[in-house]
């Protein structure tokens, strides 16, 4: 369940497929075992074919905490959901309040539509006379629509792999990117990080914290250029062959257009910087939005081509239904889902247990 990243070994033959535990890199701290949960990595031998092993599941406490917690953050939304199918009958009034429930919790009109009528074709295929076996129904169709957007994070394809992280202001980018660097250490990567946000101290600050603590060279410039120490990110990350850089951006809107132009910028120069890079390119985005999630998943992806979304601060939300808003209309991979401020509650997006999380 924790963290299950796909890897290729670098300049040795290929093992034989095999689950093997995740090794400590040599050039960082190791990670405090009370922070971050035993996990595994899964091979990859070549260029296309992941191997084909079974991965060692996390110690059942940690998997049991986390979806605990997963739960927890998502009772508003899953309150709003299950509560009407209570003693219901199967009639007009019950989709009218299921209808009026997905649209509160931010599902998005195509996504509502799109599970009401594959709903009721279902009921009467089905032949379904049960309130409680409708929200059966309605949980796998949730099941299969939000399945696509689950894809792990593939380590070890590119030399260094290079990320661009973009938001709003407010999303909790830099913290993100702080977990998502300690994650990475602990399957044996060695990260650099880009303060991109040049003109705001703080960013700057937050950024050289996560390294100092994690033992992390933060690469940044006041009032640069962000593009530039990008570029310097990527040339010392290759001069030294670190794994990971992770490019923060300065926060904004999408209708700051003069600044979505200095997104698409940075992306241009890392090109420059390494062929081929940034190979990903991820959205954090605030679970607490809602609605607006879903427009700046469009414009963000229009301007940069998104290769994946980090969503954060689920706990707690009554929106957890723009997961299907995004599925339906940008269905864009979700890598990681947050559902509080510490590194163990951030974890890779896996739809089985969101939607358990929503139904039970």
Sequence with gaps: MFSFFKRKPKDEPAPAPQSVAAPASPSVSPAP??????????????????????PTPAPVEQKRSWLSRLKTGLAKTSSNLTTLFIGARIDDQLYDELEAALLTSD???????????????????EKLTDAEQVKAALKVLLLDLLTPLQKPLELGRHQPMVMMIAGVNGAGKTTTI???AKHMQVHGQSVLLAAGDTFRAAAREQLSVWGARNDITVISQESGDPAAVAFDAVASARAKGTDVVMVDTAGRLPTQLHLMEELKKIKRV??????????????????NTG??????????????????????????????????????????????????????????????????????
């Design 107 to 125: 599902a998005g009109v195509e996504a509502t539509l799109y599970l009401l009528d594959a709903l009721k074709k279902k009921v009467k295929d």
């Design 33 to 54: 075992a009370e922070v971050i949960p035993a996990a595994v990595i899964e091979t990859v031998v070549d260029h296309q074919t992941p191997a084909t092993s079974e």
């Design 178 to 180: 702080g977990k998502l």
């Design 270 to 287: 890392i090109a420059k910087g390494m062929e081929g890079a940034p190979q990903e390119v991820l959205l954090i985005i605030d679970g």
């Design 291 to 360: 609605q607006n999630a879903l427009a700046q998943v469009r414009a963000f992806d229009d301007a940069l081509q998104l290769t994946g979304l980090v969503i954060t601060k689920l706990d707690g939300t009554a929106k957890g239904g723009v997961l299907a808003a995004i599925a339906k209309n940008r269905p864009i991979p979700v890598y990681f889902i947050g559902i509080g401020e510490q590194i163990e509650d951030l974890q890779p997006f896996n739809a089985q247990e969101f939607v358990d999380a929503l139904f039970n």
